[in-house]
Protein backbone atom coordinates (compact mmCIF):
# COMPACT_ATOMS: atom_id res chain seq x y z
CA UNK A 1 0.00 0.00 0.00
CA UNK A 2 1.89 2.94 1.90
CA UNK A 3 5.95 2.54 1.16
CA UNK A 4 7.86 4.03 3.67
CA UNK A 5 9.54 7.15 1.83
CA UNK A 6 5.80 8.54 1.11
CA UNK A 7 4.87 7.91 4.85
CA UNK A 8 8.42 9.90 6.04
CA UNK A 9 7.46 12.89 3.67
CA UNK A 10 4.08 12.85 4.76
CA UNK A 11 4.47 12.83 8.37
CA UNK A 12 5.22 16.23 9.40
CA UNK A 13 2.76 18.21 7.41
CA UNK A 14 -0.09 15.71 8.49
CA UNK A 15 1.04 16.14 12.06
CA UNK A 16 0.76 19.49 11.76
CA UNK A 17 -2.07 19.72 10.36
CA UNK A 18 -3.54 17.58 13.29
CA UNK A 19 -2.48 19.51 15.91
CA UNK A 20 -3.85 22.76 13.81
CA UNK A 21 -6.84 20.60 13.79
CA UNK A 22 -7.02 19.96 17.75
CA UNK A 23 -6.05 23.49 18.14
CA UNK A 24 -9.22 24.72 16.60
CA UNK A 25 -10.85 22.58 17.95
CA UNK A 26 -10.21 23.39 21.78
CA UNK A 27 -9.35 27.26 21.32
CA UNK A 28 -10.35 28.40 17.88
CA UNK A 29 -8.95 32.08 18.25
CA UNK A 30 -5.55 30.98 19.58
CA UNK A 31 -5.27 28.99 16.29
CA UNK A 32 -6.31 31.12 13.89
CA UNK A 33 -4.18 33.72 15.49
CA UNK A 34 -1.17 31.00 14.70
CA UNK A 35 -2.78 30.33 11.28
CA UNK A 36 -2.50 33.96 10.43
CA UNK A 37 1.01 33.79 11.68
CA UNK A 38 2.49 30.82 10.02
CA UNK A 39 0.77 32.58 6.18
CA UNK A 40 2.79 35.73 7.31
CA UNK A 41 5.80 34.01 8.17
CA UNK A 42 5.44 31.91 4.64
CA UNK A 43 4.69 34.78 2.76
CA UNK A 44 7.57 36.84 3.97
CA UNK A 45 9.79 33.52 2.57
CA UNK A 46 8.27 32.46 -0.32
CA UNK A 47 10.29 34.83 -3.12
CA UNK A 48 14.04 34.12 -1.38
CA UNK A 49 12.77 30.44 -0.98
CA UNK A 50 12.02 30.87 -4.85
CA UNK A 51 15.22 32.47 -5.38
CA UNK A 52 17.64 29.85 -3.84
CA UNK A 53 15.98 27.62 -5.22
CA UNK A 54 16.89 29.08 -8.51
CA UNK A 55 20.43 30.15 -7.56
CA UNK A 56 21.06 26.31 -6.34
CA UNK A 57 20.18 25.00 -9.57
CA UNK A 58 22.26 27.21 -11.41
CA UNK A 59 24.91 27.04 -9.52
CA UNK A 60 24.82 23.27 -9.85
CA UNK A 61 24.53 22.81 -13.43
CA UNK A 62 27.01 25.41 -14.55
CA UNK A 63 29.36 25.25 -11.64
CA UNK A 64 31.71 22.13 -10.40
CA UNK A 65 33.92 21.92 -7.97
CA UNK A 66 36.92 20.73 -9.92
CA UNK A 67 36.34 23.73 -11.71
CA UNK A 68 37.15 25.91 -9.29
CA UNK A 69 39.88 23.72 -7.83
CA UNK A 70 42.04 24.54 -11.02
CA UNK A 71 42.43 28.07 -10.32
CA UNK A 72 43.26 27.75 -6.88
CA UNK A 73 46.98 27.02 -7.84
CA UNK A 74 49.52 26.02 -5.20
CA UNK A 75 50.87 27.88 -2.24
CA UNK A 76 50.17 30.82 -0.66
CA UNK A 77 48.98 33.51 -3.13
CA UNK A 78 46.98 36.46 -3.09
CA UNK A 79 45.28 34.86 -6.47
CA UNK A 80 44.95 31.54 -4.14
CA UNK A 81 43.31 33.05 -1.06
CA UNK A 82 40.76 35.24 -3.63
CA UNK A 83 39.69 32.13 -5.35
CA UNK A 84 39.83 29.63 -2.24
CA UNK A 85 37.43 32.07 -0.45
CA UNK A 86 34.79 32.43 -3.61
CA UNK A 87 35.12 28.66 -3.53
CA UNK A 88 34.59 28.01 -0.11
CA UNK A 89 31.42 30.59 -0.47
CA UNK A 90 29.99 28.81 -2.97
CA UNK A 91 30.79 25.24 -2.09
CA UNK A 92 27.63 23.18 -1.43
CA UNK A 93 26.78 20.01 0.20
CA UNK A 94 28.18 18.38 3.75
CA UNK A 95 31.30 19.74 5.33
CA UNK A 96 32.64 16.12 5.44
CA UNK A 97 32.38 15.82 1.37
CA UNK A 98 34.94 18.28 1.17
CA UNK A 99 37.62 17.01 3.46
CA UNK A 100 38.72 13.89 1.46
CA UNK A 101 39.25 16.71 -1.12
CA UNK A 102 41.22 19.26 0.70
CA UNK A 103 43.24 16.01 2.11
CA UNK A 104 44.28 15.42 -2.22
CA UNK A 105 44.60 18.97 -2.76
CA UNK A 106 46.89 19.18 0.22
CA UNK A 107 48.79 16.29 -1.20
CA UNK A 108 49.38 18.26 -4.54
CA UNK A 109 50.88 21.51 -2.47
CA UNK A 110 47.52 23.17 -1.26
CA UNK A 111 48.64 24.99 1.86
CA UNK A 112 46.26 24.11 5.69
CA UNK A 113 45.83 27.54 5.21
CA UNK A 114 44.20 27.48 2.15
CA UNK A 115 42.24 24.85 3.65
CA UNK A 116 41.22 27.02 6.34
CA UNK A 117 40.02 29.91 4.54
CA UNK A 118 38.00 27.57 2.45
CA UNK A 119 36.64 26.09 5.53
CA UNK A 120 36.09 29.17 7.25
CA UNK A 121 34.02 30.48 4.25
CA UNK A 122 31.66 28.24 3.72
CA UNK A 123 29.78 29.48 6.24
CA UNK A 124 28.42 32.26 3.77
CA UNK A 125 25.71 30.94 2.01
CA UNK A 126 24.55 32.99 -1.44
CA UNK A 127 21.46 31.45 -1.16
CA UNK A 128 20.50 31.98 2.03
CA UNK A 129 21.68 35.70 1.97
CA UNK A 130 18.00 36.71 0.44
CA UNK A 131 16.47 34.79 3.22
CA UNK A 132 18.50 36.45 5.98
CA UNK A 133 18.51 40.09 4.32
CA UNK A 134 14.50 39.31 4.89
CA UNK A 135 15.08 39.36 8.65
CA UNK A 136 18.00 41.40 9.83
CA UNK A 137 18.18 43.58 6.04
CA UNK A 138 20.85 44.78 4.39
CA UNK A 139 23.29 46.30 6.68
CA UNK A 140 23.45 43.50 9.02
CA UNK A 141 23.91 40.97 6.39
CA UNK A 142 26.59 42.73 4.90
CA UNK A 143 28.44 43.76 7.81
CA UNK A 144 28.61 39.95 9.28
CA UNK A 145 29.40 38.25 6.15
CA UNK A 146 32.59 40.66 6.21
CA UNK A 147 33.14 39.90 9.55
CA UNK A 148 33.10 36.01 8.31
CA UNK A 149 35.46 36.88 5.20
CA UNK A 150 38.09 38.69 7.61
CA UNK A 151 37.74 35.66 10.12
CA UNK A 152 38.55 33.00 7.69
CA UNK A 153 41.48 35.05 6.16
CA UNK A 154 42.70 35.36 9.87
CA UNK A 155 42.50 31.80 10.87
CA UNK A 156 44.50 31.07 7.53
CA UNK A 157 46.73 33.65 8.55
CA UNK A 158 47.25 31.97 12.41
CA UNK A 159 47.06 28.47 10.27
CA UNK A 160 50.24 29.34 8.21
CA UNK A 161 52.38 31.04 10.98
CA UNK A 162 51.81 28.20 13.62
CA UNK A 163 50.88 25.00 11.17
CA UNK A 164 53.65 24.73 9.11
CA UNK A 165 54.43 21.44 7.99
Given amino acids: MFNKRLIKKLFLPVTILVIYGITFAVVPDKALTAFKSSMKIFQNLI ?14 L ?5 HIIKYIGRGMSVRGVIFTTIAGIISMGPIYAWYALLKELK ?59
Fill in 47 to 60: FPLCFIFILMLALN
Fill in 62 to 66: FIKPK
Fill in 107 to 165: EKGFENSLAAVFLGTRAIKPFLLPVMISYFGWIYTLTLSIYMILGALAVGFCIAVTAKE
